[in-house]
């Protein structure tokens, strides 16, 4: 934790619309014992740093390392692939943000949307990928059609496609259109055995957040 922590933590709440009162019940402290927190006064725990994470609706690890993911622009980059690509299979789409971000990062040393990615069995996801899906089909800005082995495909609707990519630049749309490019007709089962084969993900244990420093040994002309 670096000594600006605390900002962060306060700049959370706020956002969150909760009360010092309203934390400091969550954390099993006195109010006085977290205003002192958020003043830099007082070191926070890790146990209390595990229940803050919960209350303010962050992971752990975003909490810790002061990183907030660009949830609007992971929404954005997900119509950019559906402009690109069309129709994209759930699961596809969800490796395809995979290597926007990794990707993105090789060169910037920073992920395009600042999401972090878990290792699961079907590959590396994002702990919200699948429920902004959900969100944006609920907000009719995207179409999910299911196909008769199950599989589930992704499609921008007329409502999506007025949405401006206002916070994609013109260098990271152009790499969403490689991406996309590259890996237009290979399966979904394709895409996530080529994830399993990546270091990021052989050397995450099971359900662990994956490397953004180990893609550096990868080469990125294998994806895009």
Not at 204 to 219: C, H, M, P, R, W
Request: charged residues 30%; aromatic residues 12%.
């Amino acid at each position: 934790m670096t000594n600006n922590y605390y900002k962060f933590i306060k700049e959370l709440r706020i956002k969150k619309g909760l009360s010092q009162a309203n934390v400091a019940k969550e954390l099993g402290i006195s109010r006085s014992s977290y205003i002192s927190i958020e003043q830099g006064k007082k070191d926070i725990t890790l146990g209390e740093l595990d229940k803050l994470s919960l209350v303010l609706g962050v992971s752990f690890e975003e909490l810790k390392n002061q990183e907030m993911p660009n949830y609007a622009k992971y929404k954005q980059m997900i119509l950019a692939f559906l402009r690109s690509g069309g129709v994209i299979p759930k699961t596809k789409l969800a490796k395809l943000l995979y290597f926007a971000d990794f990707g993105w990062f090789y060169y910037n040393l920073k992920s395009m949307s600042g999401m972090k990615y878990r290792k699961m069995q079907y590959g590396p996801v994002s702990d919200v990928c699948f429920s902004i899906i959900d969100e944006m089909f609920e907000k009719g800005e995207i179409d999910i059609d299911q196909t008769k082995d199950g599989a589930m495909l992704i499609s921008q609707t007329r409502s999506g496609a007025m949405i401006p990519l206002s916070e994609i630049s013109k260098k990271e749309e152009e790499l969403i259109k490689n991406i996309e490019k590259k890996w237009k007709n290979k399966k979904t089962n394709e895409i996530v055995d080529f994830t399993h084969k990546q270091f990021p993900y052989l050397y995450a244990k099971e359900n662990e957040i994956v490397s953004y420093g180990l893609f550096t040994q990868e080469d990125p002309d294998e994806i895009y």
